[in-house]
């Protein structure tokens, strides 16, 4: 059975400025693990990668993964389509912590209503106000 993670990454007031990043774990029988940190001055989408990492490597010892995001750079580098131009020390740790585990992105739109997609935002948007 596969880990679910939702994951989110924010700058605000400005990109780049004041980072977020949060992730939720959610296992079969409802459970829900909340996990956010930030960083003082970053770009959006080092916080959504971030969040990834994070993710992996809190749940070192999970071996599959479905992660929810709505960051179509996290995707795409990560499946390859693009190339990582950008955050490259960040994609090397993404590279060791997803080393030998089955991880399956799938996309959500951000801000459409859902449930764990909207929790994530919030999450990390207030990592970005610490």
């Known amino acids: 059975m596969s880990q679910i993670v939702y994951t989110d990454g924010s700058c605000a007031p400005t990109n780049p400025g004041p980072g977020g990043w949060a992730f939720i774990a959610l296992d079969y029988k409802g459970s829900e693990w909340h996990v956010s940190g930030g960083d003082d001055y970053s770009t959006n989408n080092k916080m959504e990668l971030s969040a990834v990492v994070q993710s ?15 960051s ?19 994609w090397k740790e993404y590279d060791n912590v997803s080393n030998g585990k089955h991880i399956k992105f799938f996309w959500v739109k951000g801000h459409s209503g859902n ?3 909207e929790k994530v935002d919030i999450l990390a948007k207030n990592e970005t106000k610490k």
């Not at 993964?65 to 709505?70: N, R, V």
């Not at 179509?72 to 960040?90: E, F, P, Q």
Request: net charge positive; with cysteine.
């Open 115 to 117: 449930k764990y997609n």
């Open 72 to 90: 179509m750079y996290v995707i795409n580098c990560a499946s390859g389509k693009w190339k990582r131009r950008k955050n490259i020390c960040l």
């Open 56 to 70: 992996l490597s809190f749940l070192c010892d999970k071996k599959s993964f479905h992660i929810y995001t709505d």
